[in-house]
Antibody, heavy 124, light 107 residues
Framework: EVQLLESGGGLVRPGGSLRLSCATSGFTLSAYAMSWFRQAPGKGLEWVSFISNTGGGRHYADSVKGRFTISRDNSKHTVYLQMNSLTAEDTAEYYCAKDRVARGVLTTASFDYWGQGALVTVSA | DIQVTQSPSSLSASVGDRVTITCRAS??????LNWYQQKPGKAPNLLIF???GLQSGVPSRFSGSGSGTDFTLTISSLQPEDFATYYC?????????FGQGTRLELK
């Protein structure tokens, strides 16, 4: 059974940092690209970042570029999102999600498994 | 960025109804349009990929169609568990973008 489990969320002050983790099981992580999404309270879905199955390809939303870094450790079956210089606008539920297709690219991607989410609250 | 506009933003319907949700992209996106269902407090669930591909495990009452800029999600006969929010998402270009969502409510 495919499972994704986010951790690392919490309350952080503006300007602070957090690192989210997405622990995976039930599939061969090294074969699949992964993405992070977020959803502000009461709002819609927003794509945040993508990492290819090898880690060689990464993409970011303009809203987080230069502040967030996506990475992965396939040996630990885990994907990470390092978030720096956080602002109130980053407050959201953060989800990691698996690409439906092995060795997929972001263009044409769809996301078939999602974690339960990690809440990040940025507030003084 | 490609803008994706869903309509309606909310919809009231009854069990057994046929429901259609539309999604319009600001430019042609080939077939690269996906649909997700999200229930309160839960993660999104992939229903349809690449316009009309039915994701494994999704009931056949869900179907998708369209091409170019205009796409449709149809639920042929609403079931109680289908009342949720639905999002379309284009994956033709980076960044992937979502529609604003359609909230499907029980009439």
């Amino acid at each position: 059974e495919v499972q994704l489990l986010e951790s690392g969320g919490g309350l952080v002050r503006p300007g602070g940092s957090l690192r989210l983790s997405c622990a995976t099981s039930g599939f061969t992580l090294s074969a699949y690209a992964m993405s992070w999404f977020r959803q502000a309270p009461g709002k819609g879905l927003e794509w945040v970042s993508f990492i290819s199955n090898t880690g060689g390809g990464r993409h970011y939303a303009d809203s987080v570029k230069g502040r967030f870094t996506i990475s992965r450790d396939n040996s630990k079956h885990t994907v990470y999102l390092q978030m720096n210089s956080l602002t109130a606008e980053d407050t959201a539920e953060y989800y990691c999600a698996k690409d439906r297709v092995a060795r997929g690219v972001l263009t044409t991607a769809s996301f078939d498994y999602w974690g339960q989410g990690a809440l990040v609250t940025v507030s003084a | 960025d490609i803008q994706v506009t869903q309509s309606p933003s909310s919809l009231s319907a009854s069990v057994g109804d046929r429901v259609t949700i539309t999604c319009r992209a600001s430019q042609k996106i080939n077939i690269y349009l996906n649909w997700y269902q999200q229930k309160p407090g839960k993660a999104p669930n992939l229903l349809i990929f690449a316009t009309s591909g039915l994701q494994s495990g999704v009931p056949s009452r869900f179907s998708g169609s369209g091409s170019g800029t205009d796409f449709t999600l149809t639920i042929s006969s609403l079931q109680p568990e289908d009342f949720a929010t639905y999002y379309c998402q284009q994956s033709y270009s980076i960044p992937p973008t979502f529609g604003q969502g359609t909230r499907l409510e029980l009439k």
